[in-house]
């Protein structure tokens, strides 16, 4: 019995996207995960479906601003509620390791479970009609075929910032473990108590950053210059 | 969310056909119609016209339909799978009370009152499959159970009221069979007041914001991430599934305007047009009903997901 997910280091990540590209390469085309395809994809409007998306924030009040780059994908929930309110059978959760999994056999594209998802991680796929989402790379993870370092998810291998780690939060030696005790990992939206097990580290302490000094009074020598020189700059 | 029509088609025309069950088998515990009688085939008719295109409606909402009749597979924990179960029930309970009722058997009485159970029940899950969701913290309310029933029964009523006052029972007045005015009147200012509170409950309510859905307290020790969170890029450049989803939008004022007509057709409509004998009943039948399609489009377009925050949302 394992607790598989990942741990995702906000100080780390630098909003490159390159973790959602590898997602889209490797789960393009993959059997499990049923194919990530993209529509119209050179097109004046290009959409698709994918498994992970990155999103960019700021947080506090200037000058105490911090930049967040966030990755949203599948969080494994303990207590998902997309497999719960799944009719038909086709959304389950791995008893083994954990891993909620859509099987495009059963699916009947009703997209239930995309509504009951907080975290926007299922996505229909409109050329079949099945619902899609992150299958935590399944089909490398438990490969033998592949050397030991690569049976991890795409993602991971992808990240150029090493902000994401793939593994086992039931066994409290493993990285992912430690990470989420040493930094403070927090899950997202804990209290629609979905019980996620993706942690995000969050950043760590800032230098404090003074506040500017206060601009020069209106009408002085000093304001009227700088007025000036803004007024050139926009001729 | 999406107000997308099949689903909007399906509840409305489901629920009236469902409310028009339970009055068709009140009326006839009471001794009101005779079983086998023209009104009352007229309403088996139009009930089971309802439901079935009602049904027929929601697999339009399906992207793979041909995987749909495995939609019962869940029944223990989806509530989707038990309105799928208890609607398909009907259908063999409401042959063999037809059967029975033509036999002039007495265990008829017995298989109106399993119908009236099972088409409420069939309500309530039908409206739980929006209730049960945390995501949509609109939908998570006593409201919606309570709106769907209410509907059911106030719509049902007066199609059973408008079939009556056309094609009278025998030795009855129309309004000796049908629900009375007052049951009626009650049952559409019930609705319209539960409307009202629901409206008022969630006008100004937060449920979740951005900080909630990041994880970002409003306030930590100096140097850590802290306070208000704002989008800066949502990452895409072009419509995705997410946003047509949950993407949509409806600007206040033309949603209090909704609202207004919204009473106007479920509530003033029909209660004056009560008073207007058999015309007026069917007025007030088909005025319900499209104020009805307005009520759920409204559940719809002003339900909000809290995937919107993400998108960049403050609050929902």
């Known amino acids: 019995m394992s607790r598989l997910g990942l741990a995702i280091d906000l100080d780390a990540c630098v909003g490159c996207h390159a973790c959602a590209t590898a997602c889209k390469e490797w789960n393009g085309r993959s059997l499990m995960a049923g194919g990530a395809p993209d529509y119209d994809p050179y097109g004046p409007a290009p959409s698709g479906v994918w498994f992970n998306r990155v999103r960019h924030y700021e947080a506090g009040d200037y000058p105490q601003t911090r930049t967040l780059n966030v990755p949203l994908s599948c969080m494994h929930c303990e207590d998902a509620d997309c497999v719960t309110v799944c009719p038909t059978g086709a959304s389950y959760k791995r008893a083994e390791d954990g891993i909620v999994l859509v099987d495009p056999e059963k699916c009947m594209g009703c997209n239930y479970c995309a509504w009951a998802c907080p975290y926007g991680a299922r996505e229909l796929d409109q050329t079949s009609g099945t619902m899609r989402k992150c299958t935590l790379c399944v089909d490398r993870i438990y490969d033998q075929a592949l050397p030991p370092a690569e049976r991890q998810p795409a993602c991971v291998l992808a990240c150029p910032a090493h902000a994401r780690h793939f593994g086992d939060f039931d066994d409290p030696g493993s990285t992912v473990a430690q990470l989420t005790a040493g930094r403070g990992g927090v899950p997202l939206f804990e209290q629609l108590g979905y019980r996620p097990v993706n942690r995000y580290l969050p950043p760590r302490p800032a230098a404090q950053v003074a506040a500017p000094a206060q601009a020069p009074a209106r009408g002085t020598l000093q304001a009227r210059l700088k007025r000036l020189a803004n007024r050139l700059i926009q001729l | ?316």
């Not at chain 2, 007495?106 to 159970?117: E, H, N, Q, R």
């Not at chain 2, 009202?196 to 850590?224: C, I």
């Open chain 2, 1 to 316: 969310m999406k107000p997308a029509l099949s689903v909007i088609l399906f509840t409305v025309s489901s629920g009236a056909g469902l409310g028009l069950v339970v009055w068709l088998a009140i009326a006839q515990l009471a001794g009101r119609v005779a079983g086998g009688s023209t009104p009352w085939w007229a309403g088996v008719g139009l009930a089971a016209l309802l439901l079935t295109g009602g049904l027929l409606s929601s697999t339009a909402h399906l992207a793979n339909p041909r995987n749909g009749w495995r939609s019962l597979a869940r029944v223990r924990s989806s509530w989707l799978s038990r309105e799928a179960l208890s609607a398909l029930l009907l259908y063999p309970l409401a042959a063999l009370h037809v059967a029975l009722t033509l036999a002039g058997s007495p265990a008829a009485a017995l298989s109106a009152g399993l119908l009236i159970v099972l088409a409420l029940l069939t309500v309530v899950c039908t409206a739980m499959i929006y209730a049960c969701l945390k995501t949509v913290p609109r939908w998570r309310t006593w409201h919606t159970p309570a709106v769907f029933v209410l509907y059911a029964l106030a719509g049902g009523g007066l199609l059973w009221s408008a079939l009556l006052a056309s094609v009278p029972a025998a030795g009855a007045t129309p309004a000796a069979a049908g629900p009375s005015g007052s049951a009626l009147a009650t049952l559409l200012v019930l609705a319209a007041l539960v409307k009202v509170g629901y409206f008022a409950k969630f006008s100004a309510r937060v449920s979740a914001t951005l900080n909630d859905a990041l994880a970002v307290p409003l306030a930590a020790p100096a140097g850590h991430v802290q306070g208000r969170v704002r989008l800066l890029d949502v990452g895409h450049a072009h419509p995705t599934f997410l946003t047509d989803e949950f993407g949509f939008d409806l600007p206040r004022p033309r949603a209090v305007r909704l609202r207004a007509a919204m009473l106007l057709l479920t509530a003033v409509a029909p209660l004056t047009l009560l008073w207007f004998g058999a015309a007026g009943v069917w007025l007030a039948a088909v005025a319900f009903l499209v104020g009805s399609g307005l009520e759920r489009w409204l559940f719809f377009a002003q339900a909000q997901h809290v995937v919107r925050l993400y998108h960049g949302q403050p609050q929902v």
